[in-house]
């Protein structure tokens, strides 16, 4: 069965520094996604970032890169120059197809607070 | 702007009762979902639809029921058969992107039963 297990509850950065997420999973699948959401206060989950498994560029949106180590099953966020507002709870999720449906499985997330 | 509009934001519930948390999109996209969160615990699939009115059930379905009679709307029965009911509730739909699909969130319900 695949699972997602994010294996820090909480996390904190000092403001402008550099903060790294883990993630790791498992499935037997070759063909997936795996996304990065952020939840922040307000509740209203954000996507932050994607990565195709059969990609081997990691994936990068601004300030949010990932280090994708497929063999190894690990993707974690990297956040460069924290800022007050990335403080949030964020979710690694995993995406599968089965049976023409798409699946996700969501890690049970990284409180993350960014300290002035 | 195009969203996802869940309501109420806060509802209150006395044991025994049914309650039906909303769910309007105006994306226009034809899969739509509901996730249960609790304290501690990733999101947990309680039911999907992929298109109007077709349904399945997720992994935590029982006590819950649904309909998808529009594209627009996918409303969530939360019965009494639900034996452990408060918790926030999110509503989703997604598209395809490169073969990707994406889920765009609502803001969530906070269910509490009394």
């Known amino acids: 069965a695949q699972t997602v297990t994010q294996s820090q509850p909480e996390m904190s950065v000092q403001e402008a520094e550099t903060v790294t997420l883990s993630c790791t999973y498992d499935?037997?699948?070759?063909?997936?996604?795996l996304f990065w959401y952020k939840q922040p206060p307000s509740r209203q989950m954000i996507l932050v970032i994607r990565q195709e498994a059969y990609k081997q560029q990691n994936a990068t949106e601004n300030r949010f890169s990932v280090n994708f180590q497929k063999a190894a099953k690990s993707f974690s966020l990297k956040i460069s120059d924290s800022q007050l507002g990335d403080a949030a709870m964020y979710f690694c999720a995993y995406l599968f197809t089965t049976s023409g449906t798409y699946k996700y499985i969501f890690g049970t997330g990284t409180r993350l607070k960014v300290l002035a | 702007d195009g969203g996802i509009t869940q309501s109420p934001k806060y509802l209150f519930r006395k044991e025994g009762q049914n309650v039906t948390l909303s769910c309007e999109q105006n994306l226009n996209h034809d899969a739509m979902y509901w996730y249960r969160q609790d304290p501690g615990q990733g999101l947990r699939l309680i039911y999907y639809s992929q298109i109007v009115n077709d349904f399945q059930k997720g992994d935590i379905a029982e006590g819950y029921s649904v309909s998808r009679e529009k594209k627009e709307s996918f409303p969530l029965t939360v019965t009494s058969a639900q034996k452990n009911p408060t918790a926030f509730y999110l509503c989703?739909?997604?598209?395809?992107?490169?073969?990707?699909?994406?889920?765009?969130f609502g803001a969530g319900s906070r269910l509490t039963v009394l």
């Open positions: 499935t037997s699948e070759s063909d997936y996604y």
């Open positions: 989703a739909s997604s598209i395809s992107v490169s073969g990707a699909n994406v889920l765009t």
